[in-house]
């Protein structure tokens, strides 16, 4: 049996110039993955660095029957802050995860398989990171993660994307 493709609803075409609260925005997240929809959204802030950057549009898919695995890239719900937090998988435990942002140092701890809200599966903002990011390189870059070796050379990754003319604010 062929499963139908997916659909995607867009945040910013929901939403257009109007802000949501983070639980109406974590709601509309959860109602469309339930739908078996992909959701489009712009992300914030810099934990993920230089794999996903602030304002990038990243997509989530529904967390399906296909396992976690070590590389992927989920959004959960964090244990102590109750906020969206969108971070790599860096270990395993059974039905616990150990994530972590690329670019911060600390683990955000085992979080349970129910705390996931979606996986990633797009990132819109340069070909090259969604490649890296998403594609076979996601278990080494989980490895250096987990073990702190990112946070170094993501700065100078980040100096030498802007000295090179891939900034962020670049147009054209």
């Given at each position: 049996m062929i499963n139908p493709p997916l659909k995607e609803v867009s945040y910013c075409k929901l939403v257009k110039d109007k802000s949501l609260s983070r639980p109406a925005l974590l709601e509309l997240i959860r109602s469309v993955l339930?739908?078996?929809a992909h959701f489009r959204f712009k992300a914030g802030g810099g934990s993920m660095s230089p794999f996903i950057r602030n304002n990038d549009l990243i997509t989530l898919a529904p967390v399906d029957s296909r396992p976690i695995r070590s590389g992927d890239i989920v959004a959960f719900i964090h244990p102590y802050s109750k906020q969206l937090v969108i971070h790599r998988v860096v270990g395993?435990?059974?039905e616990q995860f150990r994530l972590k942002g690329d670019n911060i140092g600390s683990e955000d701890g085992l979080i349970?398989?129910?705390?996931?809200?979606?996986?990633?599966v797009d990132i819109q903002g340069h070909p090259c990171r969604n490649r890296i990011g998403l594609g076979p390189g996601r278990i080494l870059i989980a490895f250096l993660s987990r073990n702190n070796l990112l946070i170094f050379p993501v700065s100078l990754l980040q100096k030498a994307y802007h000295y090179l003319g891939f900034s962020q604010n670049r147009t054209g």
């Open positions: 339930d739908q078996n395993t435990c059974k349970s398989k129910r705390s996931i809200v979606g996986k990633v």
